[in-house]
């Protein structure tokens, strides 16, 4: 499947089966914004439950609030967010398109590096078995001509975006003959910096007194209540604090579904360390970090890790870990060494004190900060990815028929187990599946249902990942038993009816995917 075919058809699929609909539909929709349906309401719970738990629940020196969106104008002062969280965008007069400027030249740097990949494949086909791909990459002059051009352009485009010089900016963009991907046309306006902060106003104040933002991360909420989860936890450094919730950024060029949208919901953790000790935690939480996306059933091969090389003004290192969407690798999370610059701005806005006392030590210490921050919308669209199959599978006459299925690790499913009389006509069969059916939804989120014939059911749950379907038949008025099917294989076994609620827990219970998650981190060394 192409790249872009197969992003189309997750988004049509999202919208078929409610999943996630396009905000405001009825009004033509609003860009970069999207609903989530019935069933994508549950499978974004399931994976915010997973992150919540792995953190606040596995870890007895991590604890989570929940902070306002809303937080005092001092705040986005103090965290650089008002003077630096800008984007530098370029409008093509042609087109009328409008883009980031980094983002072009980013795209340019990626041709190169796909030219270097051509004349590595063009190598390797000319010197098949003898081939060294390290010696010609270091030693092939066409593709160390391309290395040392995307160096010069990342310094250029390093000092132009930290020193805010659109100027530059926009002459790098000519120089290199840029053109807009939609028309070709170079015909460019100015840089110019477009700040990301959406604002409102307080209703009393007018002017800029009254000005307020919407959140752009989670983060700060965390660090203005740093003394008061200290005092009320008692907790001791190493410590960390996490928080769930939405986070609001004007993206310039907001697309790809809901990789980038306007409104979405970010997962983030600040781990308080002693200062010297940031660098361990920071290999800890990327160690961590990655074990958990593994966990969900990403393969090895679709997870990298990119190490920043040009860190923000706040950090002494910063990787992402990216997933291979459908439209390549790209960041889901991001792992950053804050130093203490949150912490230390915000005493010298507030003038209060952000200190953790160290009674080994008898002295006052200003954390360290190491931040793990994911989307949970990037998250949803990577277990979507991932389990979106599409396939040949015989029907209940054995023929080969088309299906599409998720093939979603069974905790996340929406819906964990359906219940499907085999016909609805016959009373005694429904009276034994609503009987179960108002069994099984004391423990877990199932589905009765009794319309259309019972191979178009199972299509249908396929369509929305249920790991499950229990299907009541004529035997089960002789014998108590019931079919279950299993999603993935099509296998189906009689199984008791007193033993399905048992047998559908012990797999779909998020706690299987917590112990597998538990597993996996036995072998992480400690930090010292
Ligand atoms: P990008 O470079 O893709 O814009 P970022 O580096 O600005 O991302 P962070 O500020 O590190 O992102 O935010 C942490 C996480 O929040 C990201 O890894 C991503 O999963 C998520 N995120 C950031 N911006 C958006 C957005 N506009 N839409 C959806 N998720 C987002």
Redesign the pocket.
């Known amino acids: 499947m192409g790249e872009e075919t197969s992003l189309k058809k997750i988004t049509a699929h999202c919208k078929e089966y409610g999943f996630i609909f396009p905000s405001s539909e009825i009004y033509d929709g609003l860009a970069a914004t999207y609903d989530y349906g019935p069933w994508g309401v549950l499978l974004k719970q399931n994976i915010r439950d997973f992150w919540w738990k792995s953190m606040v629940q596995l870890h007895e020196n991590i604890v989570g609030i929940d902070a306002a969106i809303f937080m005092h104008p001092t705040t986005w002062k103090a965290s650089g967010h008002v003077d630096a969280f800008h984007d530098p965008l370029i409008d093509n007069k042609d087109s009328k398109k409008r883009y980031r400027a980094d983002q072009l030249v980013e795209m340019h740097i990626e041709k190169l590096q796909q030219k270097i990949e051509r004349e590595v494949q063009k190598a390797r086909k000319r010197f098949k078995e003898a081939f060294d791909e390290d010696k010609f990459r270091s030693e092939s002059p066409r593709v160390q001509k391309y290395q040392d051009e995307i160096q010069q352009i990342r310094q250029r485009l390093h000092t132009a975006l930290q020193n805010q010089d659109w100027k530059d900016l926009h002459a790098l963009i000519l120089e290199l003959e840029i053109a807009d991907p939609v028309s070709g046309s170079r015909n460019w306006t100015e840089v110019r910096q477009f700040n990301l902060m959406f604002s409102t106003q307080l209703s009393n104040i007018a002017d800029e007194r009254g000005t307020l933002y919407l959140r752009p991360?989670t983060a700060q909420g965390i660090f203005v209540n740093f003394s008061n989860v200290l005092k009320t936890t008692r907790q001791k450094l190493p410590f960390g604090i996490a928080q769930v919730g939405k986070?609001f950024?004007n993206?310039i060029v907001?697309r790809q579904f809901?990789?980038?949208?306007?409104e979405?919901e970010?997962m983030?953790m600040q781990f308080f360390v002693h200062p010297g000790t940031e660098m361990q935690w920071f290999e800890h939480w990327k160690e961590e970090r990655m074990r958990w996306h593994q966990v969900l059933g990403f393969p090895a091969e679709d997870l990298q890790f990119h190490t920043h090389e040009n860190l923000a003004h706040y950090a002494n290192a910063a990787v992402?870990i990216e997933y291979r969407f459908p439209f390549g690798f790209?960041?889901?999370?991001?792992i950053?060494s804050r130093t203490d610059f949150d912490l230390k701005q915000h005493e010298q806005h507030s003038g209060k004190k952000l200190r953790y006392y160290d009674p080994d030590r008898q002295e006052h210490v200003l954390p360290y900060v190491i931040e793990t921050?994911?989307?949970l919308?990037?998250?949803f669209l990577a277990v979507l990815s991932h389990a979106y199959t599409e396939e040949t599978v015989p029907d209940a006459e054995g023929k080969p028929t088309p299906r599409t299925v998720l093939k979603l690790p069974a905790p996340l499913a929406p819906i964990k187990c359906a219940i499907l009389p085999l016909v609805r006509t016959d009373e005694r069969l429904t009276r034994i599946a609503h009987a179960l059916f108002d069994e099984l939804k004391l423990y877990t989120q199932c589905h009765y249902e009794e319309k259309d014939t019972i191979g178009r059911r199972y299509r249908r749950q396929d369509a929305i990942g249920t790991p499950y379907c229990i299907t009541v038949d004529f035997q089960t008025i002789e014998d108590h038993t019931v079919t279950i099917r299993h999603r993935d294989t099509l296998q189906q076994e009689r199984i008791p009816l007193d033993q399905v609620r048992s047998a559908i827990l012990q797999k779909t219970e998020l706690q299987t995917l917590l112990s597998d998650f538990y597993q996996h981190l036995q072998d992480l060394p400690a930090v010292p």
């Open positions: 991360e986070a950024r993206e907001a809901i990789f980038r949208m306007r979405f970010q983030e992402d790209k960041e889901i999370e991001g950053h921050s994911i989307g919308d990037r998250t």
